[in-house]
């Protein structure tokens, strides 16, 4: 092994193990946090609770309600999920298939609609809610999100299409398989790794958003978990401890989501690398 490779090899190490500690550390801190009142917290903040306060759990769920938005949050992100792959498999089929004239162009938007800030359509967005009077509606955040999460679903899935044989589609076909029995029944499972890899951006995205649910949603019983963790402030006797809880407790599905399919986002990374 010569020594660039040893000294490659040792730089990826420690960034490895940087990276490691950067997202730990936090998650440790707040677990710690969430055991204590105020006072440990800022004068012993990595030491271990001297009275562990489980309370602040409670206070967390009881005053906030932490238990029912993470449930909201849930079924916004998996139905955003859902939405995103269903609408990208089918508009990234004749991107990727068919030689259309106008595709070509329409994926160039797609493209460039990766680029814009998605907050600049802040302002229309909400006139369009009243208009349609769709504020405190999950049907219309769920819209939203899918809408800023096609330009990348398109191009990733897109993509990952692009390296798959025509071949394949002309075997199919002679066999008597139409649009969507090659789409669903062919092309889908071959494209799973970056399906599952672009299911869990869109999750993560509609689980953490928080812009657009504090401007679309103002019911408390409707809360996504971003936006009920507002709650704890205006309170003139901030409490530190509940605040923590709630962190942990809506961190938890995300990690759980993590463990169980990062094998899969892994294989969809690396296939948008080769393929794409």
């Given at each position: 092994?010569?020594?660039?490779?040893?000294?490659?090899?040792?730089?990826?190490?420690?960034?490895?193990?940087?990276?490691?500690?950067?997202?730990?550390?936090?998650?440790?801190?707040?677990?710690?946090?969430?055991?204590?009142?105020?006072?440990?917290?800022y004068l012993r903040p990595w030491q271990l609770p001297q009275s562990w306060a489980p309370v602040n759990y409670i206070r967390?769920?009881?005053?906030?309600?932490?238990?029912?938005?993470?449930?909201?949050?849930?079924?916004?992100?998996?139905?955003?999920?859902?939405?995103?792959?269903?609408?990208?498999?089918?508009?990234?089929?004749?991107?990727?298939?068919?030689?259309?004239?106008?595709?070509?162009?329409?994926?160039?938007?797609?493209?460039?609609?990766?680029?814009?800030?998605?907050?600049?359509?802040?302002?229309?967005?909400?006139?369009?809610?009243?208009?349609?009077?769709?504020?405190?509606?999950?049907?219309?955040?769920?819209?939203?999100?899918?809408?800023?999460?096609?330009?990348?679903?398109?191009?990733?899935?897109?993509?990952?299409?692009?390296?798959?044989?025509?071949?394949?589609?002309?075997?199919?076909?002679?066999?008597?398989?139409?649009?969507?029995?090659?789409?669903?029944?062919?092309?889908?499972?071959?494209?799973?790794?970056?399906l599952a890899t672009e299911a869990i951006f869109a999750f993560v995205y509609a689980y953490g958003e928080l812009i657009f649910?504090?401007?679309?949603i103002s019911n408390s019983k409707l809360y996504t978990v971003s936006r009920a963790m507002l709650s704890f402030y205006g309170?003139?006797?901030?409490?530190?401890?509940?605040?923590?809880?709630?962190?942990?407790?809506?961190?938890?599905?995300?990690?759980?989501?993590?463990?169980?399919?990062?094998?899969?986002?892994?294989?969809?990374?690396?296939?948008?690398?080769?393929?794409?």
């Amino acid at each position: 092994m010569s020594k660039k490779t040893k000294a490659g090899r040792g730089i990826t190490y420690i960034l490895a193990f940087l990276w490691i500690i950067a997202t730990t550390v936090p998650l440790l801190l707040a677990v710690l946090s969430s055991f204590k009142d105020n006072t440990e917290i800022y004068l012993r903040p990595w030491q271990l609770p001297q009275s562990w306060a489980p309370v602040n759990y409670i206070r967390a769920i009881v005053d906030v309600g932490a238990l029912r938005s993470i449930g909201n949050t849930l079924l916004v992100s998996f139905l955003t999920a859902g939405g995103v792959l269903l609408v990208a498999l089918l508009a990234s089929y004749p991107m990727s298939r068919k030689n259309i004239r106008w595709v070509k162009s329409t994926y160039t938007l797609f493209v460039l609609a990766v680029m814009i800030p998605v907050h600049t359509t802040l302002i229309p967005i909400s006139s369009l809610a009243t208009i349609l009077k769709a504020k405190d509606q999950y049907w219309y955040l769920i819209l939203v999100y899918i809408a800023f999460n096609m330009a990348q679903s398109i191009f990733l899935i897109s993509g990952s299409m692009n390296g798959i044989s025509r071949e394949i589609d002309d075997a199919a076909i002679i066999d008597g398989c139409g649009d969507f029995r090659l789409l669903f029944r062919i092309l889908t499972p071959i494209c799973k790794p970056i399906l599952a890899t672009e299911a869990i951006f869109a999750f993560v995205y509609a689980y953490g958003e928080l812009i657009f649910s504090l401007t679309l949603i103002s019911n408390s019983k409707l809360y996504t978990v971003s936006r009920a963790m507002l709650s704890f402030y205006g309170d003139g006797d901030m409490r530190l401890g509940p605040i923590f809880a709630f962190i942990v407790l809506s961190a938890v599905p995300s990690i759980i989501v993590y463990v169980l399919f990062h094998n899969q986002i892994q294989r969809g990374v690396m296939n948008g690398a080769i393929k794409g």
